[in-house]
């Protein structure tokens, strides 16, 4: 799987689990698709993490923290949710879809820190559990001063690498850190 780099300190790894493509099946061979996608994702991602042992684990993509719990060890997990956590309330999902929100709420339990966009969406989610932050989607300075002194000096992010994204401000803003923190 390739490894594409933005710079020296930057790369992007394509674990290629094209999760999209269960939609090309139904009923049980869907469920038979999304399988074996998540076992190849669990495995090719614990393969990356072994490779370059990160400080760090951040993902945006909830349905995906189960496997990355399963494969993290010992590194922290920070899980940016864009939702209120009773938000399956307001869709009206199937009993199935029911029980896989369930399940992937119940994983997101698990990570170190849960980040919300808003002080609603954190409120709601400290109705289960103690270990939720804010950051709002609009760029803010650390007034604290107060920075990570974890060494490695690596950090996955984990979802859609696409425009809507905007993973070129991270690569921005890693290069800041870089700088800052050689």
Same mark, same amino acid.
């Given at each position: 799987? =390739?490894?594409?780099?933005? #710079?020296?300190?930057?790369?992007?790894?394509?674990?290629?689990?094209?999760?999209?493509?269960?939609?090309?099946?139904?009923?049980?061979?869907? %469920?038979?698709?999304?399988?074996?996608?998540?076992?190849?994702?669990?495995?090719?991602?614990?393969?990356?993490?072994?490779?370059?042992? =990160?400080?760090?684990?951040?993902?945006?993509?909830? /349905?995906?923290?189960?496997?990355?719990?399963? #494969?993290?060890?010992?590194?922290?997990?920070? &899980? /940016? &949710?864009?939702?209120?956590?009773?938000?399956?309330? @307001?869709?009206?999902?199937?009993?199935?879809?029911?029980?896989?929100?369930? @399940?992937?709420?119940?994983?997101?339990?698990?990570?170190?820190?849960?980040?919300?966009?808003?002080?609603?969406?954190?409120?709601? %989610?400290?109705?289960?559990?103690?270990?939720?932050?804010?950051?709002?989607?609009?760029?803010?300075?650390?007034? +604290?001063?107060?920075?990570? #002194?974890?060494?490695?000096?690596? &950090?996955?992010?984990?979802?859609?690498?696409? +425009?809507?994204?905007?993973?070129?401000?991270?690569?921005?803003? %890693?290069?800041? &850190?870089?700088?800052?923190?050689?």
């Amino acid at each position: 799987f =390739p490894t594409r780099r933005s #710079s020296d300190l930057i790369s992007h790894k394509d674990l290629d689990a094209r999760f999209h493509t269960q939609y090309l099946y139904s009923g049980l061979m869907r %469920w038979f698709k999304i399988v074996q996608i998540h076992i190849k994702f669990i495995r090719e991602f614990r393969h990356y993490i072994r490779q370059i042992q =990160p400080d760090l684990i951040v993902s945006a993509k909830f /349905e995906l923290v189960g496997d990355i719990i399963k #494969s993290k060890g010992h590194i922290p997990l920070i &899980v /940016e &949710v864009h939702t209120i956590f009773k938000h399956s309330l @307001y869709e009206k999902p199937s009993f199935l879809r029911n029980i896989y929100n369930q @399940y992937n709420r119940r994983n997101v339990f698990h990570a170190e820190r849960i980040v919300t966009l808003t002080n609603a969406d954190a409120e709601d %989610w400290r109705t289960k559990c103690r270990h939720v932050s804010v950051i709002p989607n609009l760029v803010s300075l650390n007034s +604290t001063s107060q920075y990570c #002194s974890y060494s490695s000096k690596s &950090v996955i992010f984990v979802g859609r690498f696409e +425009t809507q994204k905007d993973i070129g401000s991270l690569f921005a803003i %890693w290069q800041i &850190v870089h700088d800052k923190h050689p």
